[in-house]
């Protein structure tokens, strides 16, 4: 039986994870999907379930169109090594507690 509250839509998009717990990051990172409450993020970090984190993602690189994103860590699988794969990353879902779409002007304010 299928218990989301919102699909998912499957969507690999290039991200920055920018902040760990309020703490300035630039962990680079990619999505698998996304909802409206949550997002599946890949990456080469793994974070304890609890930790707040934040993201940017790029969705159209030409208009300079990101998606901010702040949510906590709700669990991670490890890695599992792929073929053709950069790396190991680890799977890592997180539930939503905003977001935001921004264009370039945006990002240096919500840098800060």
């Not at 839509?9 to 990619?30: C, G, H, K, Y």
């Not at 698998?32 to 993020?41: A, D």
């Not at 709700?74 to 977001?99: F, N, R, T």
């Not at 779409?101 to 800060?112: K, P, T, V, Y």
Request: hydrophobic share 45%.
């Amino acid at each position: 039986m299928e218990r989301r509250v919102a699909p998912r839509f499957p969507l690999q998009l290039t991200a920055r994870i920018t902040a760990v717990s309020r703490e300035p990051a630039d962990i680079p990172a990619r999505t698998t999907n996304i909802s409206r409450v949550g997002v599946l993020l890949l990456s080469a970090r793994t974070f304890p379930a609890g930790t707040t984190l934040e993201l940017v993602v790029n969705l159209h690189a030409e208009l300079h169109l990101r998606l901010f994103f702040k949510g906590k860590v709700v669990w991670v699988q490890p890695p599992v090594p792929q073929p053709m794969s950069p790396g190991e990353e680890y799977c890592i879902a997180i539930a939503l507690e905003e977001y935001e779409f921004l264009q370039a002007e945006s990002l240096a304010a919500n840098a800060s």
